[in-house]
Structures are given as structure tokens and as C-alpha cells.
């Protein structure tokens, strides 16, 4: 096989990172904009001793988990890359796609994990989206490439305003990045905002799902009534105090540590009295974290450094709550607890963003016995 050579294969399974794998007499090949099913012709982008890129020329038979597109630009723009799969077959490849990653970088053996507990999301979830302009179009970059792909008024990743709002085009000649806020119905692109109770401004993190707010807040406040022990908790990557403020409800006193100016100016709005607000790095300040009964950590997409799980390992009592937007670091992070005398209790899939390949998690750990 060469790059440039066109195939015929059957995907059997979505993989991380969002291909669909096909394999030829053992080879593996990494595919995109097909799913499993689908028979199709794809033309070898990339060739590796150990495996290939391809990308869809055209489909001969398309799998029966197919679902109709309902936008107009699917195979193009980058906004979304799972949108012609059904949303149920969505979900079932993000919990094989953890249960996979759990068992090959984290080396943990899936049938002693805890059962998985999906939550779907609607769509048009987006509280931000990140758009480009180039001339009079405004939407995603297209796949791999830095072209503007117009935003569609079908779209069903951004809000319904936004999408109403942005599909005829923007003003303005000049390549710009736009970041769009919707919250209530309204677009925003600089300032303060209320969402969901939160003093917000435009310049920090937060989560984007609209429509699981309440559901990361109640799962959160569940996983810390487990706590044998109620004094003390430390809120990790604390950002704007979104789960400070449960956590507050549950423990005596919080100690919330954020390294971001913005977000540390919001949180100080935002948080309860019992609320110890610390401005500093976590991976400085977990070299000093003192004892504590429980742990919550939401770190970015490249997971948590060594020092920052050696740190919960040692000093948090009995509970660690993690958050993670990636489930292969996510698998490498569980597998370092686990190795220093912790155990997986418990799996919330949360489907943030549906349409793509993105997999959210909500496990909590005990320590073992």
C-alpha cells in the first residue's frame, strides 16, 4: 500500500481521536468521514510501517447507522466530524472508546470497572463558539485546512441564535476570529454575562454544554456526599467557582486554586464565604496541599501533571473526583491513582459534545481497601 492508493474497506469501530478503523489482512487503517458499516472507497493519505490514514472517496453501501444529514456542509467543515452517525450510535462508541482507552493506556481490566452512566445531551449546546471570518463568510475552518466553511443556519453544534444569526455571513473583508457567546437568546462577544448564576466575562473558561449545567453540578454534589469526612475539600483547576459552589454546600470549608487572572477575578463573585480562593498554579501549589478529606480536579485536555496525582494520591483522605475532557489522558491519570492505592468507584459519561468525537468524563475514586 502506497499514499494515494484507493481501497475498498468496512470500518468496524470509531476509535479516540474520532477515525473509524478498518482493517486490511491485520493492517490497520484510520479513517475519516466513514463509519462502521459503511462499505466504501478511500484513498491512502499517510502510510506507516504500523498503520495508514485514509480519507472517504465515496461510498458504495452506507451503514445502516447512517442517519440522514441535516447540515449541508457536513463533509467539510470542522465543526463537527460525527454528525452523519446516529446520535445513539454516538454514544455507544464514546463509552466503547473509553472502556478501550481505560484498557489500553491505562492497563486496567474492564470488567473491573464500574458501570458507565451515559448522559445525552440536546444539541445546539454551545454557550461559546469559536468561528473564523474570511470575506463574507463566517463559520468553522474546514477539515485540515484553515479555510472558511459558511456557518449553515442547520447547524446543530453552536446555538439557535447564533446559527440563525451568522448563516447569511458577516461584514467585513478582513480573516478575524470570532468568539460568540449565546446565553438567553442573546449573542455576545465582549464583556460580562450571568450564565446559569455565574458572573462570567468573555475571556475566561466555562463550560460550554447549555444544556448540562445542572446535571455536572448534581452529579458532583452526589460523588462528595459520599465523603466519610466533611471538613475539608480542594477544588483543583477551579476556574470561575462553577464547582466550588457544590462543593461548598457539602464541606465545612473549600480551598479553590486557579492560575488564570480572569477567572480568579470571577470566582471571587461567584463563591460562598467558606470559600478560600487560591490565585496560583496547580502544579506549584500541590507541592504545599495540605491533608485533606476530598478532591476535585477539572484539568485542561492534557490531563493532570505527575506531580499534581502523586500530590491526591498522598494527601487527599478518602474521595477524588476527577473531570476529563480526554479519555486517553484521563486513562493514563487513573492508572497512576489506581497504582498508588486508589480504585475506580465510579463512571459518568457526559456527552458535551454530541456530533463530535469528544468524550467527557465524571469518575470518582476511594481508596482501596
Same mark, same amino acid.
Given at each position: 500500500?502506497?499514499?494515494?492508493?484507493?481501497?475498498?474497506?468496512?470500518?468496524?469501530?470509531?476509535? !479516540? $481521536?474520532?477515525? !473509524?478503523?478498518?482493517?486490511?489482512? $491485520?493492517?490497520?487503517?484510520?479513517?475519516?468521514?466513514?463509519?462502521?458499516?459503511?462499505?466504501?472507497?478511500?484513498? /491512502?493519505?499517510?502510510?506507516?510501517?504500523?498503520? !495508514?490514514?485514509?480519507?472517504?472517496?465515496?461510498?458504495?453501501?452506507?451503514?445502516?447507522?447512517?442517519?440522514?444529514?441535516?447540515?449541508?456542509?457536513?463533509?467539510?467543515?470542522? +465543526?463537527?466530524?460525527?454528525?452523519?452517525?446516529?446520535?445513539?450510535?454516538?454514544?455507544?462508541?464514546?463509552?466503547?472508546?473509553?472502556?478501550?482507552?481505560?484498557?489500553?493506556?491505562?492497563?486496567?481490566?474492564?470488567?473491573?470497572?464500574?458501570?458507565?452512566?451515559?448522559?445525552?445531551?440536546?444539541?445546539?449546546?454551545?454557550?461559546?463558539?469559536?468561528?473564523?471570518?474570511? $470575506?463574507?463568510?463566517? +463559520?468553522?475552518?474546514?477539515?485540515?485546512?484553515?479555510?472558511?466553511?459558511?456557518?449553515?443556519?442547520?447547524?446543530?453544534?453552536?446555538?439557535?441564535?447564533?446559527?440563525?444569526?451568522?448563516?447569511?455571513?458577516?461584514?467585513?473583508?478582513?480573516?478575524?476570529?470570532?468568539?460568540?457567546?449565546?446565553?438567553? +437568546?442573546?449573542?455576545?462577544?465582549?464583556?460580562?454575562?450571568?450564565?446559569?448564576?455565574?458572573?462570567?466575562?468573555?475571556?475566561?473558561?466555562?463550560?460550554?454544554?447549555?444544556?448540562? /449545567?445542572?446535571?455536572?453540578?448534581?452529579?458532583?454534589?452526589?460523588?462528595?456526599?459520599?465523603?466519610?469526612?466533611?471538613?475539608?475539600?480542594?477544588?483543583?483547576?477551579? $476556574?470561575?467557582?462553577?464547582?466550588?459552589?457544590?462543593?461548598?454546600?457539602?464541606?465545612?470549608?473549600?480551598?479553590?486554586?486557579?492560575?488564570?487572572?480572569?477567572?480568579?477575578?470571577?470566582?471571587?463573585?461567584?463563591?460562598?464565604?467558606?470559600?478560600?480562593?487560591?490565585?496560583?498554579?496547580?502544579?506549584?501549589?500541590?507541592?504545599?496541599?495540605?491533608?485533606?478529606?476530598?478532591?476535585?480536579?477539572?484539568?485542561?485536555?492534557?490531563?493532570?501533571?505527575?506531580?499534581?496525582?502523586?500530590?491526591?494520591?498522598?494527601?487527599?483522605?478518602?474521595?477524588?473526583?476527577?473531570?476529563?475532557?480526554?479519555?486517553?489522558?484521563?486513562?493514563?491519570?487513573?492508572?497512576?491513582?489506581?497504582?498508588? +492505592?486508589?480504585?475506580?468507584?465510579?463512571?459518568?459519561?457526559?456527552?458535551?459534545?454530541?456530533?463530535?468525537?469528544?468524550?467527557?468524563?465524571?469518575?470518582?475514586?476511594?481508596?482501596?481497601?
Amino acid at each position: 500500500m502506497q499514499p494515494g492508493d484507493e481501497i475498498t474497506v468496512t470500518p468496524t469501530e470509531l476509535v !479516540a $481521536g474520532g477515525a !473509524a478503523l478498518a482493517k486490511v489482512d $491485520g493492517f490497520p487503517i484510520f479513517i475519516t468521514n466513514t463509519y462502521p458499516g459503511d462499505v466504501a472507497v478511500v484513498r /491512502l493519505l499517510e502510510v506507516k510501517k504500523g498503520f !495508514a490514514h485514509a480519507d472517504l472517496v465515496r461510498l458504495i453501501e452506507p451503514s445502516a447507522f447512517r442517519r440522514a444529514i441535516p447540515c449541508p456542509v457536513t463533509n467539510e467543515c470542522g +465543526g463537527c466530524d460525527w454528525t452523519a452517525q446516529r446520535l445513539d450510535k454516538q454514544l455507544e462508541a464514546k463509552q466503547r472508546i473509553l472502556t478501550e482507552s481505560l484498557r489500553r493506556v491505562g492497563k486496567i481490566d474492564p470488567a473491573t470497572l464500574p458501570p458507565i452512566t451515559v448522559h445525552p445531551s440536546p444539541l445546539n449546546y454551545r454557550l461559546r463558539s469559536r468561528l473564523h471570518r474570511d $470575506g463574507g463568510k463566517v +463559520g468553522f475552518y474546514a477539515t485540515r485546512t484553515n479555510d472558511v466553511v459558511q456557518l449553515p443556519a442547520e447547524c446543530e453544534v453552536v446555538g439557535v441564535e447564533t446559527a440563525r444569526t451568522l448563516s447569511s455571513g458577516a461584514t467585513g473583508s478582513s480573516a478575524a476570529e470570532l468568539q460568540i457567546w449565546e446565553v438567553d +437568546g442573546k449573542l455576545i462577544t465582549e464583556g460580562e454575562m450571568t450564565i446559569d448564576g455565574f458572573h462570567v466575562t468573555t475571556d475566561v473558561f466555562f463550560q460550554v454544554n447549555r444544556h448540562l /449545567l445542572g446535571t455536572m453540578r448534581r452529579l458532583v454534589s452526589e460523588i462528595a456526599a459520599r465523603s466519610k469526612n466533611k471538613q475539608a475539600a480542594v477544588d483543583l483547576y477551579s $476556574g470561575v467557582g462553577f464547582f466550588s459552589v457544590p462543593l461548598a454546600s457539602a464541606f465545612e470549608r473549600v480551598t479553590a486554586i486557579e492560575g488564570s487572572n480572569a477567572a480568579h477575578a470571577c470566582a471571587a463573585r461567584n463563591v460562598p464565604e467558606n470559600v478560600t480562593l487560591v490565585h496560583a498554579p496547580v502544579e506549584w501549589w500541590v507541592e504545599r496541599m495540605p491533608r485533606v478529606d476530598f478532591v476535585f480536579l477539572d484539568p485542561p485536555r492534557s490531563g493532570a501533571k505527575r506531580n499534581v496525582i502523586d500530590a491526591i494520591a498522598s494527601r487527599a483522605g478518602s474521595m477524588v473526583c476527577f473531570l476529563a475532557c480526554d479519555p486517553v489522558t484521563f486513562a493514563r491519570d487513573a492508572s497512576r491513582l489506581i497504582a498508588s +492505592g486508589w480504585r475506580l468507584a465510579s463512571l459518568d459519561l457526559l456527552d458535551l459534545f454530541p456530533n463530535t468525537h469528544h468524550v467527557e468524563t465524571l469518575a470518582s475514586f476511594e481508596r482501596a481497601q
